[in-house]
Every structure is written in C-alpha cells, then in structure tokens.
T-cell receptor, first 112, second 111 residues
Framework: ETGVTQTPRHLVMGMTNKKSLKCEQHLGHNAMYWYKQSAKKPLELMFVYNFKEQTENNSVPSRFSPECPNSSHLFLHLHTLQPEDSALYLC???????????FGPGTRLLVL | RKEVEQDPGPFNVPEGATVAFNCTYSNSASQSFFWYRQDCRKEPKLLMSVYSSGNEDGRFTAQLNRASQYISLLIRDSKLSDSATYLCVVNVGGSQGNLIFGKGTKLSVKP
C-alpha cells in the first residue's frame, strides 16, 4: 500500500469509550501531523511529530493523546470525548517539518 | 488580518471557462506556499507548490506576489471534475514551521 493510510475510516463512540486512531505513512517521511476538520471550518492542527519527537501541541485537550512509536506510525488515543469532538480527523506526513504535506483519507468520528 | 484569507465563493462557472482565485497572507516572512484541492468529504490533496517565479502545470497556473502578499491560482478550460474546494496554504515559519490552511474557495463547474 502506498501513501498515507488511516484506520478506521469511520468511528462512532460514546462519551465514556476509549478508542484509538491509527495512521501509517509509506513515503519515508520524517514529520507526521494530526488535524481536525469540523464542518465549515478550516483545518485545525492538533499535533506535530518531527523525527518521532512531538514538536507541537496546539492547546489540544488532554482527552486526545498522540503517540508516535516510529517515523512511519502515528496514533491518536481518544477517551471521554465530547459530542463537539465529532469531526474528520486527518493524518498527514511530509518529508520535513514545514514542507508539502500528504494526507490520509481521514477518520470520520461521531461522538454520541 | 487573518493569517491566510480566501474568498469562500462559491464560484459557479461553465465548462471551458477560465477562473482565478486569490489568497492573501499576513506574515511577510512566509517562505513556502501551496494550493490544495479538497473534494466533498475527502482529504486535501496537493495540487501544486508555488514558486517565486510562478509555475504552471497543465491547465493550472500559480503565481506569487510577495510585495502584495498574495498567491493566485488560475484554472483554464475548466472541467466538471475541477469542482472542489481549493485551499491556499502558507508556511509561516520558513523551513521549519507549520502550514496554515485557508478556509478554501469553493468552485462549481457546470455543464
């Protein structure tokens, strides 16, 4: 498989559930990102990992917890989410931090 | 002034038309610029990077005006498949920095 993949593609969870989103990039890139995209809003950067080190946390609530075990994989752990967290969660990667980014297909999350 | 600003549209044009989008950015130190397209309920896809001398890829031409701090995208001979939202993206931190995405301009090409 090529490019950036994300699983699951769709997720419905209750506010008390714990779930994880997975992202994998097959491009040999060194930087990976999590974004949130809500309806009619621009992309919101959540986290940045550069060479597996977290370099950015854009005031994201602690109910979102990222993990980057290696330069090809990125996880977003979710727990006790709120209905307003329902959105499209996009993973992206780039050769270096600040270069053009390539996106995965996203996980469409619905929190009930 | 917003960091990256675009006219949200929609731009409704007939097939074969030429359409242009502008995008303004606020940080004069910005170094890298991109155009992405995003189809409904899909991920953004890189359309082209914008170089200081301007660049062309088939029917698409991107230009950068540093003095006025704007980037433009010109689409010639519009196709139905060009219908999408076009995102202007700016790197405000030079070689190491985050990309700032505009809200996008919606284009609808009609038969």
């Amino acid at each position: 498989e090529t490019g950036v993949t994300q699983t699951p593609r769709h997720l419905v969870m209750g506010m008390t559930n714990k779930k994880s989103l997975k992202c994998e990039q097959h491009l040999g890139h060194n930087a990976m990102y999590w974004y949130k995209q809500s309806a009619k809003k621009p992309l919101e950067l959540m986290f940045v990992y550069n060479f597996k080190e977290q370099t950015e946390n854009n005031s994201v609530p602690s109910r979102f917890s990222p993990e980057c075990p290696n330069s090809s994989h990125l996880f977003l752990h979710l727990h006790t989410l709120q209905p307003e967290d329902s959105a499209l969660y996009l993973c992206a990667s780039s050769q270096e931090w600040g270069r053009a980014q390539y996106f995965g297909p996203g996980t469409r999350l619905l929190v009930l | 002034r917003k960091e990256v600003e675009q006219d949200p549209g929609p731009f409704n044009v007939p097939e074969g038309a030429t359409v242009a989008f502008n995008c303004t950015y606020s940080n004069s130190a910005s170094q890298s610029f991109f155009w992405y397209r995003q189809d409904c309920r899909k991920e953004p896809k890189l359309l082209m990077s914008v170089y200081s001398s301007g660049n062309e890829d088939g029917r698409f031409t991107a230009q950068l005006n540093r003095a006025s701090q704007y980037i433009s995208l010109l689409i010639r001979d519009s196709k139905l498949s060009d219908s999408a939202t076009y995102l202007c993206v700016v790197n405000v931190g030079g070689s190491q920095g985050n990309l700032i995405f505009g809200k996008g301009t919606k284009l609808s090409v009609k038969p």
